[in-house]
């Protein structure tokens, strides 16, 4: 089945820096990739997402780039602010006799300092 | 919008009684997931259906069981409960087994 690495597992950074949590995984039939943020005791809630056809997605100060070669996808945030402070997971969606289920990584503990 | 409905938010039982979870799904999504968090870890899946019928297991143990009813909510049973079951249980639901998955609030299920 479909595994999910993401590094690292806690990341801090200054109010206004970029931060860049990476994910890794082992299906190559995987065709979809969501960021979730989740805020502590709360729903795991889609930032971005990405499919295989397509190398880069932004929305406003969050970016997603997948390299399907290397079956990797990274979350950037820019600016980052206080707000940003939450985990976040990101997760594949596998193919095969698995169609729509998400495998979510490990998940990174993001603190953004004022 | 409407959202992912779960109930009951909160729930307490002892060590082996029995706790039945609820999801009904936005209205027109055809297909729901289960997935259960312990603290500090990742969603494990454990479940799915599409059109009322399953569509894949994950990591479900044996004493739990779900199905989805004609009007596409569904119902998470959970028997001889565990001190280990103690965790966040999601519902989410898809238009479809490709689309967004829409999270709901979760349902807390302390075992004592």
């Known amino acids: 089945g479909e595994n999910v690495e993401q590094h690292p597992s806690t990341l801090s950074v200054q109010e206004g820096d970029s931060a860049v949590i990476k994910c890794t995984y082992s299906d190559s039939a995987s065709n979809y990739f969501p960021w979730y943020k989740q805020e502590l005791g709360k729903r795991p809630q889609l930032i971005i997402d990405i499919r295989s056809n397509v190398g880069e997605k932004k929305d406003q100060r969050i970016a997603v780039t997948l390299n399907k070669t290397a079956k990797h996808f990274s979350l950037h945030i820019t600016e980052t602010q206080p707000e940003d402070s939450a985990v976040y997971f990101c997760?594949?969606?596998?193919?095969?006799?698995?169609?729509?289920?998400?495998?979510f990584g490990q998940g990174t503990i993001l603190t953004v300092h004022p | 919008a409407a959202g992912v409905i779960q109930s009951p938010r909160h729930l307490i039982k002892e060590k082996r009684e029995t706790a039945t979870l609820k999801c009904y799904p936005i209205p027109r999504h055809d297909t729901v997931y289960w997935y259960q968090q312990g603290p500090g870890q990742d969603p494990q899946f454990l479940i799915s259906f599409y059109e009322k019928m399953q569509s894949d297991k994950g990591s479900i143990p044996d004493r739990f069981s779900a199905q989805q009813f004609s009007d596409y909510h569904s119902e998470l049973n959970m028997s001889s409960l565990e001190l280990g079951d103690s965790a966040l249980y999601f519902c989410?639901?898809?238009?479809?087994?490709?689309?967004?998955?829409?999270f709901g609030e979760g349902s807390r299920l302390t075992v004592l």
């Open positions: 997760a594949a969606m596998a193919g095969g006799t698995s169609y729509g289920k998400l495998t």
């Open positions: 989410a639901s898809s238009l479809g087994e490709t689309g967004e998955l829409f």
